[in-house]
């Protein structure tokens, strides 16, 4: 971690759990145990949820984000969320990308560059997720794997459009919800390897300023090992960030 260049951020996808009320219990509760930390947080409830969890976390140093969106502002797109309603209702971050999205709904490297385009149309910081498979990591691809994914999701924009906003979260997807975490050596390898990346498809301006979150079991028992690392700039945290509790340890990871 850089903190003068990148400061941490912490980012919790609740996924597809928590009711109205639910969340908006946790939000309340986690802006009350992260009052006055010097970090970056991110919740994305769940798209039911947002507006109310809006209410709760204005002017508070919690900001809100998308799991997901659509690529069109507006139109006949059944079933689907506009970047447009998202910053209307106060989200300052969208998740795109995320291996769930990849594996049940279709989302393709394609598609993907479209959303990140959408996002940044609408001043939503996208955290754009790539990661290999179990399958992919014992074929020797990781590295492949992750420089199309990244090379295809950023193609088209300039370190210009990128720089200070992209975010990334390197998610091996065999890490997902598996209770593995990925070892320090592996984030530290894939990190140097998506910050050089940045670098020899972009800039140093880019490379030096880009957040690379990791996520994957991420858990305040191992949440302190994987921020000491020195290209980790946060964690985009799943099943820990469900109880506020369990993630604000994890948002004060260095004490
Ligand atoms: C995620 O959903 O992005 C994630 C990393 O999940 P978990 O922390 O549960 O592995």
Same mark, same amino acid.
């Given at each position: 971690?850089?903190?003068?260049?990148?400061?941490?951020?912490?980012?919790?996808?609740?996924?597809?759990?928590?009711?109205?009320?639910?969340?908006?219990?946790?939000?309340?509760?986690?802006?009350?145990?992260?009052?006055?930390?010097?970090?970056?947080?991110?919740?994305?409830?769940?798209?039911?949820?947002?507006?109310?969890?809006?209410?709760?976390?204005?002017?508070?140093?919690?900001?809100?984000?998308?799991?997901?969106?659509? +690529?069109?502002?507006?139109?006949?797109?059944?079933?689907?969320?506009?970047?447009?309603?998202?910053?209307?209702?106060?989200?300052?971050?969208?998740?795109?990308?995320?291996?769930?999205?990849?594996?049940?709904?279709?989302?393709?490297?394609?598609?993907?560059?479209?959303?990140?385009?959408?996002?940044?149309?609408?001043?939503?910081?996208?955290?754009?997720?790539?990661?290999?498979?179990?399958?992919?990591?014992?074929?020797?691809?990781?590295? +492949?794997?992750?420089?199309?994914?990244?090379?295809?999701?950023?193609?088209?924009?300039? +370190?210009?459009?990128?720089?200070?906003?992209?975010?990334?979260?390197?998610?091996?997807?065999?890490?997902?919800?598996?209770?593995?975490?990925?070892? +320090?050596?592996?984030?530290?390898?894939?990190?140097?390897?998506?910050?050089?990346?940045?670098?020899?498809?972009?800039?140093?301006?880019?490379?030096?300023?880009?957040?690379?979150?990791?996520?994957?079991?991420?858990?305040?028992?191992?949440?302190?090992?994987?921020?000491?690392?020195?290209?980790?700039?946060?964690?985009?945290?799943?099943?820990?960030?469900?109880?506020?509790?369990?993630?604000?340890?994890?948002?004060?990871?260095?004490?």
């Amino acid at each position: 971690m850089n903190p003068t260049l990148r400061k941490p951020l912490i980012a919790g996808n609740w996924k597809m759990y928590k009711t109205v009320a639910e969340a908006v219990q946790t939000a309340k509760d986690l802006v009350q145990c992260t009052a006055g930390v010097d970090v970056d947080i991110m919740i994305a409830p769940p798209f039911t949820a947002l507006a109310p969890v809006a209410e709760v976390v204005r002017g508070t140093s919690v900001a809100l984000g998308g799991q997901n969106l659509f +690529s069109k502002n507006d139109g006949a797109y059944t079933g689907e969320i506009s970047p447009v309603m998202l910053a209307d209702i106060g989200c300052r971050y969208v998740i795109i990308g995320h291996s769930e999205r990849r594996q049940f709904f279709g989302d393709t490297d394609a598609s993907v560059n479209a959303k990140i385009r959408a996002a940044l149309n609408h001043r939503l910081i996208p955290v754009f997720c790539v990661g290999e498979t179990d399958a992919q990591r014992e074929a020797g691809e990781t590295f +492949s794997v992750l420089d199309k994914q990244v090379s295809k999701g950023l193609e088209g924009f300039s +370190s210009e459009m990128l720089s200070n906003v992209i975010v990334i979260a390197y998610e091996p997807v065999w890490a997902i919800g598996t209770g593995k975490t990925a070892t +320090s050596d592996q984030i530290q390898e894939v990190h140097t390897f998506l910050r050089s990346l940045a670098e020899k498809r972009f800039d140093n301006l880019l490379a030096k300023t880009v957040k690379i979150l990791y996520g994957g079991s991420v858990k305040p028992e191992n949440v302190s090992e994987i921020m000491k690392l020195p290209d980790v700039d946060g964690a985009l945290v799943g099943g820990a960030s469900l109880s506020a509790e369990v993630f604000s340890k994890i948002i004060r990871f260095h004490h």
